[in-house]
């Protein structure tokens, strides 16, 4: 998997979603005036610039162990401390934040509940803290490159392999692993127009992520191949995308 990838890559890749799940989420987390609050695992800063309109920049600080990532970030909210760090290890004070945020992250963390348990360490005492990912088999873009993949290679995976929290089940068992308390769980859901084909397309092409990883490990003629098998079954546009998370919150 690779996320060294340009931000505006990655803007073009999954962007388009999450931005439009940054409020959705931060309204679940309930980010609300005068907060203090840290993104983990902020990529190139959609919800950071979500939670940055709503507090402030200074009143948000973020961290990703993508350098790319935490340039682009930095380049969109510079008024907030954003730092090159892993979720298993922020360098940060315990009781640092009213809240803490992870957003399309913790399913792709080496250590997931070690990340957990940092949020409950840097949140002040009966302060929040709150994850979401992409529901399996829920996120429309994703399943889509996979399904023509594997009719094009029936060897391929059927979605990429992180696989786990990405049910509210999961994610509920995370959350009271690490010890949070009031642990609630749901669903948030998004959608994008993609108006040309190419517009889906185009993206995969840059290396984002499991699914542009894997393309780039094709021979050209097969990824050729799968880009014909998703235009047969997508069409060529313009057409909707859905996409759902499982969300998890929880009190420290």
Request: hydrophobic content about 40%; charged content about 25%; some cysteine.
């Given at each position: 998997?690779?996320?060294?990838?340009?931000?505006?890559?990655?803007?073009?890749?999954?962007?388009?979603?999450?931005?439009?799940?940054a409020?959705?989420?931060?309204?679940?987390?309930g980010?609300?005036a005068?907060?203090?609050?840290?993104?983990?695992?902020?990529?190139p800063?959609?919800?950071?610039?979500e939670?940055?309109?709503?507090?402030?920049g200074?009143?948000?600080?973020?961290?990703?162990p993508?350098?790319?990532?935490v340039?682009?970030?930095?380049?969109r909210?510079?008024d907030?401390?954003?730092?090159?760090?892993?979720?298993?290890q922020?360098?940060?004070?315990?009781?640092?934040?009213?809240?803490?945020?992870?957003?399309?992250a913790?399913?792709?963390?080496t250590?997931?509940p070690?990340?957990?348990?940092?949020?409950?360490?840097?949140?002040?005492?009966?302060?929040?803290?709150a994850?979401?990912t992409?529901?399996?088999?829920?996120?429309q873009?994703?399943?889509?490159?996979?399904?023509?993949?594997?009719?094009?290679?029936?060897?391929?995976?059927?979605?990429?392999?992180?696989?786990?929290?990405?049910?509210?089940?999961?994610l509920?068992?995370?959350?009271?692993?690490?010890?949070?308390?009031?642990?609630?769980?749901?669903e948030?859901?998004?959608?994008?127009?993609?108006?040309?084909?190419?517009?889906?397309?185009?993206?995969?092409t840059?290396g984002?992520?499991?699914?542009?990883?894997?393309?780039?490990?094709?021979?050209a003629?097969?990824?050729?191949a799968?880009r014909?098998?998703a235009?047969r079954?997508?069409?060529?546009?313009?057409?909707?995308?859905?996409?759902?998370?499982?969300?998890?919150?929880?009190?420290a």
């Open positions: 998997m690779t996320f060294k990838a340009a931000p505006e890559s990655y803007d073009r890749f999954m962007g388009r979603f999450s931005r439009r799940l409020p959705l989420f931060a309204d679940f987390a980010i609300d005068g907060m203090s609050v840290l993104d983990v695992g902020c990529g800063g959609a919800l950071t610039e939670l940055a309109r709503r507090l402030g200074k009143r948000v600080a973020a961290a990703d993508s350098e790319p990532f340039e682009g970030c930095r380049d909210v510079p907030a401390d954003v730092r090159l760090a892993p979720g298993e922020l360098p940060w004070d315990d009781g640092s934040f009213d809240a803490a945020v992870s957003q399309l913790v399913n792709f963390m250590d997931a070690a990340a957990a348990r940092e949020l409950v360490r840097v949140v002040r005492p009966g302060g929040t803290a994850a979401c992409w529901k399996q088999d829920g996120m873009m994703l399943t889509s490159f996979w399904d023509a993949a594997k009719a094009v290679r029936p060897e391929a995976p059927k979605e990429n392999k992180a696989s786990n929290y990405r049910t509210e089940e999961e509920r068992t995370l959350w009271l692993g690490a010890g949070f308390d009031e642990v609630a769980a749901g948030l859901e998004v959608s994008f127009t993609y108006e040309r084909f190419d517009d889906f397309w185009q993206p995969y840059a984002v992520g499991p699914a542009g990883a894997y393309l780039a490990s094709l021979p003629e097969t990824g050729d799968i014909e098998e235009k079954q997508l069409g060529a546009g313009p057409f909707e995308l859905r996409g759902v998370a499982c969300a998890v919150r929880g009190s």
